[in-house]
């Protein structure tokens, strides 16, 4: 069945799920990217990005897995870019280049309309502006049976648990104390909430942990 | 060197150091054994409480050393007993029975004066009424070049961490999802505070990070 999921999501042992500071020169806040050494390393992102190879085990297992089945992805204002408040043109076009590493229908949340963004390799960024739930049914929709992506930021990732509507979530546990940046669970009751940690697996550089919904 | 320590300190994967509604019926708190199921399986926890035989591997090793060149303790109240405000007299002796298994001095943090408790196995509850540096203090001359290691709980820990004191932390990460309870890391900036995370080792049932002080 069709699932709603969040994959290969890197996580501060103290919790943070992205740096303090989010800017141009820091889309993953200050300090963001010593949360996603364990990714960096691995075999799938490096051919994703032509850095030649990278390595394989544990780590490249789950980083291959999170594009496996997804169908379309759900992303934060924030994640798709540093732009504030109603769009001054359509320049910004997001991190990733001409061609986005997602290849699917991508959904992002913004309170200002735009018109959908196509880019090379499949990728197509629709703007949602009435909510999470319009966004998860257009993405479901989307999908055509595949799985739903919940690509972040931490605000959007909480937003869908307080709802209820992961099924599914896979965060890699990295080795760095963050001190500061978005928490991912504070002030959240996971337990309360139904959902239990179903595994947790060593890898290289990071440890995984799949939480699912009860 | 004579180091201040926190070893073998259980954490869930949200964070929590200890389960909610601490009473009698839970020294841990709602839920907070399961925090403890890697060390409960351990031969070293099992051979301390007479259960026989237990497991020897990664996780037995750290509980091991959690023991080793510990000179003196220092608890919080709450982790001494449920007893809150003045003592109503000398009947409560800890949550361990006649022998404690903590062979050393333990200074204990109350706002309430009583006589210090010598109990079997050469443990000795003295009862610190002036704070935290003053049991930091007794515990380092107590302890005689050894480390003082701080048993917990939470707020003794944050305590101590705000305040530097702590060289050394021993987390053992668990595969929980508590939910609510005491939170060991909320609104502490441990980068801030000097800390770096030395090591992430996985254990058979727990991730074991070594936090140092710069």
Chains 1, 2 share one sequence.
């Not at 759900?74 to 061609?99: A, C, H, Q, T, Y």
Request: proline residues 6%; neutral net charge.
């Amino acid at each position: 069945m069709s699932k709603v999921k969040v994959a290969a999501f890197s996580l501060s042992v103290d919790g943070f799920g992205a740096g303090p500071r989010q800017d141009l020169q820091n889309p993953l806040g200050v300090r963001g990217p010593e949360m996603f050494a364990w990714f960096f390393q691995t075999d799938v992102w490096k051919k994703l990005y032509g850095h030649g190879e990278g390595t394989r085990g544990v780590d490249n297992d789950f980083a291959q897995r999170s594009f496996e089945n997804v169908g379309a992805f759900i992303l934060g204002r924030n994640m798709f870019g540093p732009v504030r408040g109603p769009w001054p043109d359509d320049s910004w076009k997001g991190w990733w280049g001409d061609e986005p590493p997602y290849h699917t229908p991508v959904f992002v949340l913004t309170h200002h309309a735009r018109a959908p963004l196509p880019m090379k390799g499949g990728t197509t960024f629709h703007f949602v502006t009435d909510g999470i739930e319009s966004a998860l049914r257009q993405a479901k929709d989307a999908a055509w049976g595949k799985d739903v992506r919940i690509g972040g930021g931490v605000s959007t990732i909480r937003q869908c648990l307080r709802g209820r509507h992961i099924d599914e979530l896979h965060l890699a546990l990295s080795p760095v104390l963050m001190g500061e940046g978005e928490h991912l669970f504070e002030g959240m009751n996971l337990h309360e909430l139904g959902y239990t940690l179903d595994r947790a697996v060593a890898g290289e550089n990071a440890t995984h942990l799949r939480i699912k919904k009860a």
